[in-house]
């Protein structure tokens, strides 16, 4: 449970910050509340799907554990090199969830700067627990993270 600990805790930074952008929205619009709610819904899946669904911890190393377990619900992905596809999925979608809600957001600087710190500090947690020790070697952050960790782990 330690290993998983920041993984769940940083999967918790990251829908609280969706909830504080959600309540910003919808306290201002609730017709933009639900549009964002449905970036959401369809945003989430893809950005598993893009990245996580080809990660070789997935089935029972994940870190994120939630993570880990949405990827079975998605069709199967070969554990391949990431493509810029891939990239470009995960990027899309993590700037839609993110970028959709500044202009309610830059109305409270509190709440904007609680919006920003919140995925800051998932990042942090995520680089300095999460990825360290993860066995993703097709991950650039988890090989630049780990290293020669990563060739041990691999090698005969």
Excluded at 49 to 69: D, I, L, P, Q, T
Excluded at 125 to 141: A, H, Q, R, S
């Amino acid at each position: 449970m330690k290993k998983r600990f920041h993984g769940i805790f940083s999967i918790v930074l990251l829908i609280a910050t969706i909830a504080v952008g959600l309540y910003q929205v919808w306290i201002h619009s609730m017709a933009m509340g639900g549009l964002y709610i449905l970036i959401i819904l369809l945003a989430w899946p893809v950005m598993i799907y893009s990245y996580c669904a080809k990660c070789e911890c997935r089935e029972n190393g994940c870190r994120h554990v939630f993570v880990g377990g949405m990827t079975r619900l998605l069709p199967a992905r070969q554990n391949t090199p990431y493509s810029a596809m891939d990239y470009l999925g995960l990027t899309v979608c993590l700037a839609a969830i993110l970028g959709f809600p500044q202009y309610w957001l830059w109305q409270s600087p509190l709440m904007w700067i609680i919006f920003s710190v919140l995925p800051l500090l998932a990042g942090i947690e995520i680089w300095l627990f999460v990825c360290k020790g993860c066995g993703n070697t097709k991950c650039p952050i988890c090989v630049q993270r780990n290293g020669a960790a990563i060739d041990r782990q691999i090698a005969p």
